[in-house]
């Protein structure tokens, strides 16, 4: 068989690889494949072997440069962690081969690189033996103490390429993790690898100069306390910055700042960095001083704050940042307060602005978690028989206490039409969350808002979290339902980029799935839930509930697109839909009546008589006296099914309409529920090929395994509410009102009062009044819902032939059981 080439096998490794956390069944196949391949030990006369392990593993450490690591990390502890108590321990021994041959590799790859021919390739490779070393470094720092004295000289790599800088970041970051390792180093050594990275600090931009200045903390800190090196350095860097603050000062409009606008920008972060990692308020730095560094730091990074400039201002939020994590109490000064929440909440501030904040939060709490999860480990070291959980609890309550002052305005942060603000906001609530440094269901309808953002990522996680908070806190999830689904709303708007268009509730992809499906089908399962949160869907469409009209369209469509699987639960939309129409439709229908004019010198005799009872009828639904008579007499006019007859009825009502077009406009706008209502009942008629017996035989008090098939969905059945599309389109409610669109609106008030007139018809009636009832009923739905889809249609009329006088109209006779 034909051995695989190398770029095969590296493709085929990072698929398996980022199943590392996976399903146990997974997760297990993974590591002991990955144990074979790579920590098994290679026999020392097999060099072969041993470099073609060394370049497999570094090519799939190339391949994720961009997706990150984590999974080398993970799975090197996965296995390093089963073999812990074995006596025998070959994972360990493959590592240190590893990291031994590895660091060959890399002298051979400086002995190669003199070959300018081979430059690039070459120097790819010396970038992903590094990276792998410190992965290593890592999770094993013990594996590169011996090896620390040869890694020193590549900080001082003369950078002219990426490659260059990302091999000093990453000997940068070994050195840190190591030197504090190693037994008596020598004082040359060490004194080296501080002259080296402060040259690095002062010469090179931001990435190198953040991981030099950390690598020198963990020198300078645990290991030569050489703090008159630092303290001079540091010094270097905040003089500056306060004789820039100075001379601006005195004149805001000196063109000095813009001169110096370099050393300005890496004096604010320098000074960040280094306050991040060094304490200056130590007497070590400041000797007998009675001055507050670091309250004269927040004073001098605060004042570039207010800086014109955003460049300038950005650098002096980062360095705010880094300062944070060294003195987090900072965060609770008043000005910290408001400059932080004004940029998050200010919807015209900078997106970078905002941006920074966000990530400056996120680092904050990604330290504090590191810190307290060292804390735990050192603590198991000294004493195991000690209660453990008092190690964290002043560092976790400082760490809950900045996050109640800062978590409105970093949820309210995810109304934002750029991806990158959602972004790190969840990243921020993700880690919050996960710490458990605040009450979770605070924050539920704001995760249900972004398992609507149209990136999978942010939905993924945003679901992930849901569904980490369903597994502890059952009924969270139920109780903020309907206020997730309004809030997901707000966050379509805000992403929202056309304005003219109205906000839908699905993805506009094949699948057209409800945009909140995870939220329902984390709720489907427990019924009582179920339908509590589909009543309040349904209540919204209420004319007193006052719910914008977008935001019904919105809702219609989630429930038109919702992952249904048992018959029980359109059936359950349906028959309430019912419910609604009978009392919402009645109250639609007075409070038009009531706006009307009662001129009689207007009106034509017949017309008004037939006004005035259809009116009084209608306006006081099925209960009211000559219900019998009169929709036998208004079906018989309805079976001619005269055009005449109806535009002398829209000609009387248009005579009376009064002269203020307000009552006119609200009908419009309060009937758009009843719409909505009406097409998503059709709709779902359609979708499950329900007959109209089925819908009206319905009884929600019915035992549950009645209705427990599963659903025959119909495919190719889209919901398009035409009408409310249209009134949303044109801004019917802000446009003025013409002779023609009054009358389509008189023509669907009549429309409505026909359904309502036959919403309910009576049983004992006779087969063909039956039907003519139906028809009318008919009739009006069609011409509600704009003409309707022939497909509508003939379900009616099929349902008609099939369940006659049983069946009692297309609504299900809610009133009458």
């Not at 606008?261 to 070590?284: I, M, N, W, Y």
């Not at 529920?673 to 329900?690: A, E, T, V």
């Not at 139906?774 to 497909?791: D, E, H, Q, V, Y």
Request: hydrophobic letters at 35%; proline letters at 3%.
């Amino acid at each position: 068989i034909e051995q695989p080439t190398f770029p095969k096998i590296t493709e085929m490794c990072v698929k398996m690889i980022r199943r590392v956390n996976d399903e146990e069944g997974i997760k297990k196949l993974v590591n002991e494949t990955f144990q074979k391949l790579w920590f098994t030990p290679t026999p020392h006369h097999d060099k072969e072997a041993m470099t073609r392990k060394i370049l497999n593993i570094t090519d799939v450490v190339a391949a994720c440069r961009d997706t990150g690591y984590d999974w080398f990390e993970q799975l090197l502890q996965n296995l390093l962690k089963s073999e812990e108590d074995a006596s025998y321990k070959p994972v360990k021994k493959a590592c240190t081969q590893l990291v031994d041959n590895l660091v060959e590799h890399i002298l051979k790859y400086e002995e190669s690189l003199s070959d300018s021919d081979n430059k690039g390739v070459n120097s790819g490779r010396l970038v992903a033996c590094i990276t792998t070393l410190f992965l290593f470094s890592k999770i094993r720092p013990q594996l590169m103490v011996k090896h620390a004295m040869t890694m020193q000289p590549y900080l001082t790599t003369k950078c002219s390429t990426q490659n260059d800088f990302m091999v000093i970041c990453n000997v940068a970051k070994i050195l840190e993790l190591v030197v504090p390792l190693m037994e008596h180093p020598s004082e040359t050594f060490l004194a080296t690898i501080e002259e080296d990275l402060m040259k690095l600090i002062i010469k090179y931009g931001m990435t190198v100069v953040q991981h030099c200045v950390s690598c020198l903390g963990a020198v300078v800190n645990k290991v030569t306390q050489n703090y008159k090196f630092v303290w001079a350095c540091f010094n270097r860097y905040y003089g500056a910055l306060s004789k820039l603050k100075n001379q601006h000062q005195e004149d805001p409009n000196s063109t000095i700042l813009t001169a110096n606008k370099p050393a300005l920008l890496r004096s604010l972060f320098t000074v960040g960095a280094l306050c991040r990692h060094f304490d200056f308020d130590q007497e070590d730095f400041k000797g007998s001083s009675k001055v507050n560094i670091k309250d004269k730091v927040l004073e001098l990074l605060m004042y570039f704050t207010k800086h014109s400039d955003e460049e300038v201002q950005t650098k002096a939020i980062i360095g705010l940042g880094f300062a944070f994590i060294q003195h987090p109490s900072l965060m609770f000064e008043q000005e910290v307060k408001t400059l932080y929440n004004s940029i998050l909440s200010d919807k015209n501030c900078s997106v970078n602005l905002k941006i920074q904040v966000l990530k400056n939060l996120q680092t904050y709490l990604q330290e504090e978690d590191t810190r307290m999860q060292q804390a735990d480990r050192d603590w198991k070291k000294v004493a195991k028989q000690e209660d453990l959980k008092e190690m964290g609890d002043i560092s976790s309550g400082m760490s809950s206490s900045i996050m109640q002052l800062y978590l409105k305005q970093v949820l309210e942060a995810f109304f934002h039409n750029q991806s990158n603000v959602r972004h790190f906001a969840l990243n921020v609530i993700a880690l919050t969350l996960n710490q458990g440094l605040i009450h979770p269901v605070q924050c539920v309808p704001y995760l249900i808002a972004m398992g609507t953002d149209p990136e999978p990522s942010m939905r993924n996680k945003a679901d992930q979290q849901l569904v980490e908070i369903d597994k502890k806190y059952a009924g969270f999830i139920h109780m903020k339902a309907v206020a997730g689904m309004k809030m997901s709303y707000q966050v379509q708007q805000a992403i929202n980029t056309c304005p003219k268009d109205p906000v839908r509730g699905f993805r506009h992809d094949e699948s057209s799935s409800a945009l909140c499906s995870h939220l329902y089908s984390m709720i489907r399962g427990n019924r009582q839930h179920r339908r509590a949160f589909l009543i309040s869907l349904l209540n919204l469409f209420d004319d007193t509930a006052k719910t914008e009209v977008n935001m019904l369209l919105y809702i219609a469509d989630n429930l038109a697109c919702f992952p249904y699987q048992t018959q029980e639960e359109p059936l359950f939309i349906m028959h309430h839909i019912d419910i609604t129409l009978s009392v919402s439709g009645s109250n639609l229908l007075q409070s038009f009546k009531e706006s009307m004019v009662k001129d009689k010198k207007k009106e034509r005799k017949p017309s008004s008589d037939e006004e005035t009872e259809s009116d009084s009828n209608s306006g006081s639904g099925s209960e009211s006296e000559g219900e019998a008579s009169k929709p036998r007499r208004l079906r018989k006019r309805v079976d001619s099914d005269s055009d005449s007859d109806e535009e002398n009825d829209i000609n009387a009502v248009m005579k009376c309409l009064p002269e203020n077009s307000a009552p006119l406009i609200e009908f419009a706008n309060v009937s758009q529920g009843i719409l909505l209502l009406l097409m998503l009942k059709q709709h779902l008629k359609n979708l499950c090929g329900f007959s109209d017996s089925k819908i009206q035989k319905y009884s929600p008090s019915e035992s549950a395994k009645v209705y427990d098939k599963a659903i025959n969905r119909k495919t190719g059945v889209h919901f398009h509410p035409k009408q409310t599309l249209d009134f949303l389109r044109s801004d019917m409610a802000n446009s003025k009102i013409t002779e023609e669109v009054k009358r389509s609106i008189v023509k669907q008030y009549l429309d409505f009062k026909l359904l309502m007139e036959h919403l309910d018809p009576d049983e004992e009636e006779e087969d063909g009044e039956v039907s003519a009832s139906t028809n009318a009923r008919n009739k009006a739905i069609t011409s509600l819902l704009g003409g309707g889809s022939p497909k509508n249609n003939a379900a009616e009329t099929e349902d008609d032939e099939s369940d006659g006088e049983d069946r009692g109209g297309g609504t299900s006779g809610v009133r009458r059981r």
